[in-house]
């Protein structure tokens, strides 16, 4: 058992690069929406203990959520038996031209490369359900990359910590 788990970490380091420094949670899972929940739980506790206002917790917690549905329905159409990783590490950067601890959450998926011509937005004005999720990632995350490597398409979300704005006593 012990060579197995060796040779899985071996393999998602291979495919993933080092991700170990700053690493805070690392979440594997099949690509099954009931597990979405849990996943939003982890989260919305993750950024609460990392320092993240109430709104920008609901935010972060949303977009992964969101991140994560479109895995699910487009680079796996649906299935619920396939692979995704998650990797959640503290960062360092700017936020609003100020040094700022962040949050890093890398998801990773097996499913076919997308075109980025297939990242399209619907118009906000457009009334109907669906397709807003992008809009709600953009809007929530500070850092919003995508790319393909080693057969493995990466969706890489930073959000900054901000401090909390003082109200000047006069």
Not at 41 to 61: K, M
Not at 95 to 113: H, N, Q, T
């Amino acid at each position: 058992m012990k060579a197995l788990d060796t040779e899985r970490r071996s393999k998602a380091k291979e495919r993933n690069g080092d991700l170990s420094r700053g690493l805070l949670l690392r979440l594997e899972l099949p690509s099954d929406p009931s597990l979405l929940c849990a996943v939003r739980g982890a989260v919305e506790r993750l950024t609460e203990s990392f320092g993240f206002s109430a709104p920008d917790c609901r935010a972060v917690t949303r977009a992964v959520d969101e991140a994560l549905t479109n895995i699910i329905r487009h680079a796996y159409n649906g299935r619920p038996d396939q692979p995704i990783e998650m990797f959640f590490r503290s960062v360092h950067g700017q936020a609003d031209r100020k040094a700022s601890e962040g949050l890093e959450i890398l998801l990773c998926d097996r499913g076919p490369s997308i075109k980025r011509a297939q990242l399209c937005m619907r118009a906000l004005e457009e009334v109907k359900p669906g397709g807003l999720g992008l809009h709600f990632i953009q809007q929530s995350m500070d850092i919003v990359e995508y790319k393909r490597a080693h057969g493995t398409n990466r969706l890489r979300l930073v959000k900054y910590v901000r401090a909390p704005k003082r109200e000047v006593n006069s």
